[in-house]
């Protein structure tokens, strides 16, 4: 273990290995003193994430002390889709929350991208497992966190997941998978659902799509393990031929390790005794859509192009769209109109039908909508996809956050004090906050965290029904 601050941490753990496209593994076991000091490599992935490597089955403890206590452990499951992204960025390093706190925070590293989620079960034999690889590399990590955390000073019986964006969605989906049943206790999905997973057949048109990017016919899938990682990672730029835009890589319903969808028709039985939090961002396409500037200075005559079906992810008039709002909410803006309804359309959905699925099955999620305003680099505010990452881990001050300073440290600590108290008591009530409710059908109970947090019913009621007339299909699916 090596000092952090105020607590002690052990990075770069190794809690696996796989060849590629294969079940992921326990470790081989060593002798002597294994170098824990720095994060082990991210998976391979577009983008200019650092330390990229295959052999990125790591792990990353932060705890107060070790040997002594059964502390509540938070294990952290990073963001990016299921592309993108790792357990070492600073908006997500665990040392001021685990001394906050007295728990134990770990953060993970799986497979990503076509290494973790590449549907070719269907179209060649020895790929059976390789639409989920990224999943079953999760659950082997919750896995050594209760064999192991004990010795890091942790409660393998309090184990609380919490993910933010694609580390929420692989949450949901953990909930519905046999082979995760036990392995925690507590989970938190922050503006990430995963609602229903890819179909077998769509998601092997992918496959199809990404074998011929590579100048294969499936009858040479198998030369996919000897490629250079280089040029499976540029196939997966190929156009996705269901949703347009490049190939998309998550969870498949493989009749294997997934054999429902996680949140359709109805809330995961498996997990309906696990205590739940729900959050989403008000504004959480500002993240997606703020920094171009052709989506700032809009019109009204000029917005409705920008309400494009890649935008709104479903099958709506964008005339109608923006009828609607200019009769309803005459006080927005074009530029604003943008955000909050691609915001309803596509990202708040799902966590609506979440939350009304937990409600429905008896055992409602606690539910929160973060209205508390972030800074972009471009001076652009509002609470935006990624805003509650460093609020929720006491990490206001860390490169890439929107909130530092005294107000954001004054919002962390009531969003980071909710979450220890969750961890602990599947509660997430403290003295900083005014009474939080579960969700209800009928009230539809949310915490509107602000700078002056309230609960409340329904809140954008009137979004939630104009935009629930119109089907919902998940991402991917």
């Known amino acids: 273990m090596q000092s952090d601050g105020l607590v002690l941490s052990a990075k770069g753990v190794p809690y696996g290995r796989a060849a590629r496209f294969e079940r992921p593994r326990p470790p081989e076991p060593w ?34 002390e070790v040997h002594r206590g059964r502390r509540p452990v938070i294990v952290y499951i990073h963001g990016g889709g299921y592309s993108t992204g790792s357990g070492s960025s ?74 933010q964006s694609g580390g929420g969605a692989k949450i949901a989906t953990l909930m519905a998978m046999p082979a995760a049943a036990g392995l925690f206790h507590r989970a938190v999905t922050m503006s990430g659902q995963q609602v229903t997973a890819s179909g077998p057949l769509n998601a092997t048109k992918r496959g199809q799509v990404w074998l011929e990017a590579l100048g294969l016919a499936p009858d040479r899938a198998d030369a996919v393990r000897t490629l250079p990682v280089a040029r499976l990672l540029e196939a997966a730029g190929a156009t996705d031929p269901i949703l347009g835009g490049s190939l998309y890589f998550g969870p498949v319903l493989d009749g294997r390790s997934l054999s429902r969808h996680p949140f359709w028709p109805d809330a995961p039985a498996q997990s309906a005794h696990i205590p739940m939090m729900i959050g989403n961002c008000r504004e959480e396409t500002l993240a997606f859509l703020g920094d171009d500037p052709g989506n700032a200075g809009l019109t009204w005559e000029t917005l409705p192009a920008k309400l494009t079906p890649s935008q709104m992810r479903i099958d709506v008039a964008p005339e109608e769209v923006v009828d609607w709002y200019r009769r309803e909410h005459p006080e927005m803006t074009p530029d ?74 004054a919002m962390s600590n009531r969003m980071a004090d909710a979450l220890l108290a969750f961890a602990r008591t599947g509660d997430p009530n403290h003295p900083g906050l005014p009474r939080w409710t579960p969700y209800s059908l009928e009230r539809r109970e949310t915490m509107v965290l602000d700078h002056a947090s309230r609960m409340e019913d329904d809140p954008r009621g009137d979004e939630r029904r104009f935009f629930g007339r119109i089907p919902y299909i998940q991402p991917g699916t």
Do not use: K
């Open 31 to 64: 002798t002597g003193i294994l170098s824990a000091a720095a994060f082990g490599p991210a998976s391979p992935q577009r983008g200019n994430e650092p330390d990229q490597s295959e052999d990125c089955l790591r792990l990353n403890v932060w705890t107060p």
């Open 90 to 163: 600073p908006l997500t390093h665990g040392a001021r929350l685990s001394a906050r706190g007295d728990v134990v925070v770990v953060t993970v590293n799986h497979r990503l991208g076509a290494l973790g989620y590449a549907p070719l079960a269907r179209l060649a034999p020895g790929f059976e497992d390789s639409g989920n690889l990224g999943q079953l590399d999760l659950i082997l990590a919750l896995e050594w966190v209760r064999d192991n955390i004990a010795s890091f000073g942790g409660d393998p019986g309090c184990v609380t997941v919490v993910g």
């Open 336 to 409: 604003q109109v943008l955000i909050r309804a691609t915001t309803a359309a596509r990202s708040w959905r799902a966590a609506v039908i979440e939350a009304e699925a937990r409600a429905a099955q008896g055992s409602p999620a606690f539910v929160y909508q973060l209205d508390f305003a972030s800074r972009r680099t471009n001076g652009r505010t509002g609470a935006y996809h990624t805003s509650d990452i460093p609020l929720m881990l006491d990490n206001v001050e860390a490169e890439g956050s929107g909130a530092s300073g005294p107000d954001g440290q």
